[in-house]
């Protein structure tokens, strides 16, 4: 109460921090006159100008009101568009690093080229990232006419582009693309063997539109590159053989509802003395670190044996394990577990074991764009996460005024008993909405709920719009100009697709019924009454003369004003019944524009308030309710069934609902634990994956180093050297007698790995040696070897050859090094049964098995260039084949189709294969998201991907 009064006379801190752009805003508002009277040259010609005024001493933020006075004068000859003052507000939070919580139609796409080019002025590349490559294309094409008018360059990185591609890409002063591919180009650069390969410049500024949904809700799915591993058939068949002999709840126990399964003491004593005679343990018992690989392979064999069900998990034909679907039992071709899991159930089920995926490289959107100088947001909801934001970017949201108040009418839930009652309340109220002929839109948590709805309205005599086909909107039109609803809907939940666009721009024409899932980052405003851009675009795509063009354009003008009328005037005039004794019943008008129908409520209250800001943009009205039900997953964790009986005992008849401002508060409550909840599982994600991430800048700025130097020989003598001294100090150790010394040993050693046969047998037996002695003479004898080498091959063969070895050799055991993290990760919380933090244990282990590659990359570069011998290759060395993927940890789903990105030895673009659309032979691996083969405009996983 007291901070609320507070508020009342001093403001918040998010209205004092606006408060405080009014002056700059106030100065760019008094230079506009000056601006505009320029000429298009002079403009221009401002570029250069920053740019020498930078030079010479001058920050970006002295800058700052005459370059945005710029940037808002070339928008308006360019676009016709003039940025409102509250945009200027937003680019100024952009400029500094913030987030910037502008609703939905606010125009962040032309906020952002405010700071976009204030920041491309240093010369450094800007990035713009959005969440799909329509966008990424749509934006750089749009705001590209800005920077192009004022001497500016813009790239654009979108996936198939080959390496010379992105170079010239990232070389422009802005460049727009998705944040799977510049994780990717980062990924992919750092496992290239020369600089002038590498694509990407610095990460100097970045822009991340739709922050939220990217920085949140993708930051649990790392990135990864992945490529095979060699066949380890015969190992995960070795495992299977003792998995019989290991006995329920003797050797290991089994929580189904969690889905894990432990090894008992008993049955880890059991497994060692198996491994031990099978020759497949390392050291001394299965907790040794040398070990997590094998320990995490058997869990696997566990969960295969006890957690996963054949016909009911997954099904056999064919030599392979299919996995099935477990929400519509559908057969799921090409999907396979990872981790090794789908490897132990083939091994379980005696099927052809297929190669497992090794991770190459991988990076979290937290650790990737924390790389960034500066970074900024921008977003219609990011204040629910705010906390979040700031604790791991150090980003603070503004919520940016709206440049017209918001006229949209949100009303309370609406709860009912069952799903069926629900469904029939939404269809009910569609109803009656499309009577008036007001555009709906449904928000729906899933692909799979929005299908389930769909059905329900096919079932009720609507029809769905079939957007593969011409003039697919052309009923819709015609319903709208006769005034007469034509009972018409779509269905929008495939990500990624131009399609989409269209779908979401014509979602306001008079009558129309969308039925989308996540309406987050679709980038596309729904305007009242139609798209006039959308519409001319298809409709004059084929008209060629420029007179006729331009009077279709008009004509389409004048019916979506006349549509947009009708959308404003379906207003609902509803009688509220009285309560016993009290006032006669009162009349509420309730606003036309969009009306938003939520079927459930989100984990997240910021999908929520996605969903509700589509409606009511620039101070259109508009309408939003969500329709809940008992049945509903947050409903189920609120307790729905303590409501339930208390409704029943109440009275509450089928059909009926209940709606209360309690209820909304409830849920909200709910939602914030979830959330809470989830930002916990992210942070501590965040916190295993840092201890890799600080490995992981160590290695690639190292190769970075190492291939700057035009020669690493210095590099490799110390390598040598400090192989020999540790050698020498194991095999002969200080302040011990010549006799305690194991020369055979060390006698051995330097056969094995420095192909020399020394006489250090010999020069034991010589009086008063020491060991330094002994450690000099060595290396002067490997010393000698390798200036041979050199004196026969030349210097600057063996520079090259130098450089090559050490490039190669790290990279293979970083990447078993990456494999021994996973793996660890996967184990490391057994550590908690014995009172230890698993976190503190896993930097222990994961810092030891550095220092174990460390020393074993000094053996293997050493051995390899003792003993080289050189056939002089006119070839770069190659990369491995690629695989993209973005891998949830903890239900093990790849987001990426595979086939998508896989990539030829040095990052170039494999030839497509033709595909038959009528021969499923010739179709090869679909990625899950790709558009099936066979033509029917649906993604593979919607289409022939869900059927055997």
Not at 133 to 147: E, P, T, V
Not at 165 to 191: K, S, V
Not at 244 to 265: A, G, N, S
Not at 816 to 842: A, K, N, S
Request: charge should be negative; charged fraction near 30%; hydrophobic fraction near 40%.
């Amino acid at each position: 109460m007291i901070g609320a009064l507070a508020r009342k006379f001093f403001g918040s801190a998010n209205d004092r921090r606006v408060k405080g752009y009014q002056s700059r805003v106030a100065a760019i508002n008094a230079l506009e006159p000056e601006v505009a009277a320029l000429s298009d040259d002079a403009l221009k010609a401002r570029t250069a100008e920053f740019k020498a005024q930078l030079g010479a001493g001058k920050t970006l933020d002295d800058l700052l009101v005459p370059a945005f006075a710029t940037v808002r004068e070339a928008a308006k000859r360019t676009l016709g568009q003039r940025h409102f003052d509250v945009q200027l507000i937003g680019g100024m939070v952009l400029h500094e690093g913030d987030i910037a919580e502008m609703k939905t139609g606010e125009g962040k796409t032309l906020v952002a080229t405010l700071a976009v080019y204030l920041n491309a002025l240093a010369g450094q590349g800007v990035h713009v990232v959005t969440v799909n490559d329509y966008l990424a294309k749509r934006d750089s094409g749009w705001m590209g006419q800005i920077y192009s008018f004022l001497g500016l360059t813009t790239g654009v990185i979108v996936h198939g582009l080959d390496d010379a591609e992105r170079q010239a890409a990232y070389a422009c002063d802005i460049t727009y693309g998705t944040n799977n591919e510049y994780g990717f180009d980062y990924l992919r650069d750092n496992m290239k063997y020369r600089l002038e390969d590498m694509v990407q410049r610095k990460h100097f500024y970045a822009i991340v539109d739709e922050v939220d949904s990217i920085l949140i809700d993708e930051a649990r799915t790392p990135l990864i590159i992945s490529g095979p591993l060699d066949d380890r058939s015969e190992f995960y068949n070795t495992i299977d053989t003792f998995l019989p002999k290991l006995e329920k709840v003797i050797d290991f126990e089994v929580d189904e509802k969690q889905r894990t399964v432990t090894l008992t003491e008993a049955g880890m004593e059991k497994i060692e003395t198996l491994l031990r005679d099978a020759g497949q343990l390392k050291g001394e018992t299965l907790y040794d670190v040398e070990n997590v690989s094998v320990v995490h392979h058997i869990n696997q064999a566990l969960r295969a044996h006890s957690l996963f069900n054949r016909d009911k998990d997954y099904i056999v034909r064919d030599d392979e394990v299919i996995i099935i679907d477990e929400f519509t039992g559908r057969m799921m071709q090409g999907r396979r577990y990872s981790e090794g899991l789908h490897q132990a159930l083939e091994a379980k089920e005696h099927v052809t074991v297929q190669p497992e995926n090794q991770t190459l490289a991988s990076i979290t959107f937290q650790n990737y764009f924390r790389m960034y100088k500066k970074l900024a947001g921008m977003t219609g909801t990011a204040l629910t996460e705010a906390d979040e934001l700031f604790d791991i970017y150090k980003l603070e949201v503004v919520e940016v005024p709206t440049n017209v108040g918001i006229g949209r009418m949100d009303e309370d839930d609406e709860v009912y008993r069952t799903q069926d009652e629900k469904h029939a309340a939404i269809l009910a109220e569609i109803e009656r909405a499309n009577a008036r002929m007001q555009p709906v839109l449904v928000g729906t948590a899933s692909i799979e709920k929005s299908e389930v709805l769909g059905e329900y309205l096919l079932k009720n005599g609507y029809k769905l719009i079939d957007f593969t086909k011409p003039k697919a909107m052309d009923k819709l039109y015609a319903a709208a100009r006769s005034g007469k609803p034509a009972k018409l809907f779509a269905v929008l939940n495939a990500r990624f697709h131009e399609q989409e666009a269209y779908i979401v721009a014509e979602a306001g024409v008079p009558g129309a019924i969308t039925i989308a899932t996540n309406m987050a980052g679709r980038g596309t405003d729904i305007k009242l009454g139609g798209s006039v851009e959308m519409r001319a675009q298809i409709e004059t795509a084929e008209i060629a003369d420029e007179a006729e063009k331009a009077a279709k354009i008009a004509e389409i003008k004048a019916e979506i004003e006349r549509f947009r009328e009708i959308v404003l005037n379906a207003k609902e005039v509803v009688e509220i019944e009285p309560a016993k004794g009290s006032k006669p019943a009162k009349t509420v008008e309730k606003p036309g524009g969009l009306y938003i129908m939520g079927s459930e409520r989100h984990e997240s209250r910021r999908i929520d308030n996605q969903l509700r800001g589509r409606s009511g943009r620039q101070g259109d009205p508009g309408r939003s309710k969500f329709f809940l039900s008992l049945e509903d997953d947050l409903m189920r964790i609120f307790g729905s069934d303590r409501l339930d009986t208390m409704l029943t005992r109440l009275g509450l008849k089928e059909g009926e609902a209940i709606i209360h401002p309690w209820i909304n508060k409830a849920l909200e409550k709910a939602q914030q634990k979830v959330e809470a909840r989830n930002f916990d599982i992210r942070k501590n994600l965040l916190k295993y994956d840092d201890v890799q991430n600080d490995q992981r800048k160590v290695i690639f700025e190292q190769r970075v180093d190492l291939m700057q130097n035009d020669s690493v020989a210095e590099t490799v003598n110390d390598m040598r050297r400090a192989f020999v001294e540790d050698l020498v100090t194991k095999h002969v150790p200080e302040n011990q007698y010549a006799e305690q010394w194991d020369v055979v040993g060390l006698k051995e050693e330097l056969k094995r790995v420095l192909d020399l046969d020394l006489p250090v047998d010999e020069w034991a037996k010589e009086e008063g040696i020491a060991d330094e002695e002994l450690l000099n003479r060595i290396e002067q004898k490997a010393d000698e070897h390798m200036a041979a080498k050199v004196a026969q091959w030349g210097p600057d063969v063996m520079r090259y050859v130098e450089k090559t070895i050490l490039l190669q050799t790290l990279d293979h055991l970083w990447r078993e090094h990456l494999v021994m993290l996973d793996h660890l990760r996967q184990v490391i919380g057994l550590r908690g049964y014995g009172q230890r933090d698993p976190l503190q244990e896993y930097k222990a282990e994961a810092f030891n098995l550095f220092e174990a590659m460390i020393a074993n990359l000094r053996e293997a570069v050493t051995a390899q260039l003792m003993r080289v011998e050189i056939v002089p290759p006119d070839v770069q060395p190659e990369l491995p084949v690629m695989e993209a993927h973005k891998l949830d940890y903890n239900t093990g789903e790849d987001e990426m189709a595979f086939a998508n990105a896989a990539l030829a030895p040095m990052g170039q673009q494999q030839p497509a294969v033709a595909r038959d659309p009528n021969n499923q032979d010739t179709w090869g691996k679909v990625g899950r998201n790709e558009d099936c083969p066979c033509g029917s405009g649906k993604k593979f996983k919607h289409c022939h991907g869900r059927y055997a």
